[in-house]
C-alpha cells in the first residue's frame, strides 16, 4: 500500500521568497514520485517525476525536488516565488515503472503576496 | 499531440439521474486512467485500461459506475442513479507505452449532482 501525505494545506510566500512544499511518501517498493500542479478549474500538469536516477530532479518553471530515502520525503522547492506559481500542488507516488496508478496527496495550496 | 480532451467540461444533473463521460486520450497512449476529484482533496483512482483491457478498479467504483475503452481509444465513464455525493471533478489520465509511470490529464469534467 502506497500514501502520501503533504504537510500544510496552505502556505503563503511573499514574490521573490523561497517556496518549500513538504510531501512525505509510503511505499512498499521502490517508488516512483511525482509533483504535479492544478491551476482553478483545470486538470493537472506535471511538474518534475523521480524515477530512481538522480536525487535531485529539476522540472519546469524552476521547481526542484530531492527525493530522501531515508526521511521519506519528496520536498518541492523553488528558490525564488514568482506570482503566477500560485495553485495547488500535488504530490504523487507509483509503485515503479509499470504502475497502473498513482497515489496523490491532499495537495497544498500556495499564495504568492506582492 | 492535442493533448488529452474531455467532454462535456461540466455537467449538472438531477439525483437519480444517468450520466456518461467522455475521454480521448493522446493518440498512441495505450494507457487511460480515470480518477475522481472532491473538494480540497487530490485525485483518487477509479479506474485504468491497458488498450481496451480494463485492468484494475478501485473499490471507490461501486455498481453504479461502469467504464469502457472499447477499441482501446477513447474512453467513456458512466454514472447511473447519480447521487449528490457523486457530485466532483472526474479526470482523464493517459500515458505512453514506454513510460507508463507519466501521466498526462485532460481538463476534467466537473459533475454537480441537485
Known amino acids: 500500500a502506497q500514501s502520501v501525505t503533504q504537510l500544510g494545506s496552505h502556505v503563503s510566500v511573499s514574490e521573490g521568497a523561497l517556496v518549500l512544499l513538504r510531501c512525505n511518501y509510503s511505499s512498499s517498493v521502490p517508488p516512483y514520485l511525482f509533483w504535479y500542479v492544478q491551476y482553478p478549474n483545470q486538470g493537472l500538469q506535471l511538474l518534475l517525476k523521480y524515477t530512481s536516477a538522480a536525487t535531485l530532479v529539476k522540472g519546469i518553471n524552476g521547481f526542484e525536488a530531492e527525493f530522501k530515502k531515508s526521511e521519506t520525503s519528496f520536498h518541492l522547492t523553488k528558490p525564488s516565488a514568482h506570482m503566477s506559481d500560485a495553485a495547488e500542488y500535488f504530490c504523487?507516488?507509483?509503485?515503479?515503472?509499470?504502475?497502473?496508478?498513482?497515489?496523490f496527496g491532499d495537495g497544498t495550496t500556495l499564495t504568492v503576496k506582492p | 499531440d492535442t493533448g488529452v480532451s474531455q467532454d462535456p467540461r461540466h455537467k449538472i444533473t438531477k439525483r437519480g439521474q444517468n450520466v456518461t463521460f467522455r475521454c480521448d486520450p493522446i493518440s498512441e497512449h495505450n494507457r487511460l486512467y480515470w480518477y475522481r476529484q472532491t473538494l480540497g482533496q487530490g485525485p483518487e483512482f477509479l479506474t485504468y485500461f491497458q488498450n481496451e483491457a480494463q485492468l484494475e478498479k478501485s473499490r471507490l467504483l461501486s455498481d453504479r459506475f461502469s467504464a469502457e475503452r472499447p477499441k482501446g481509444s477513447f474512453s467513456t465513464l458512466e454514472i447511473q442513479r447519480t447521487e449528490q455525493g457523486d457530485s466532483a471533478m472526474y479526470l482523464c489520465?493517459?500515458?505512453?507505452?514506454?513510460?507508463?509511470?507519466?501521466?498526462?490529464f485532460g481538463p476534467g469534467t466537473r459533475l454537480t449532482v441537485t
Open positions: 504523487a507516488v507509483s509503485d515503479g515503472a509499470n504502475a497502473g496508478k498513482s497515489t
Open positions: 489520465a493517459s500515458s505512453p507505452v514506454a513510460q507508463p509511470y507519466e501521466q498526462y
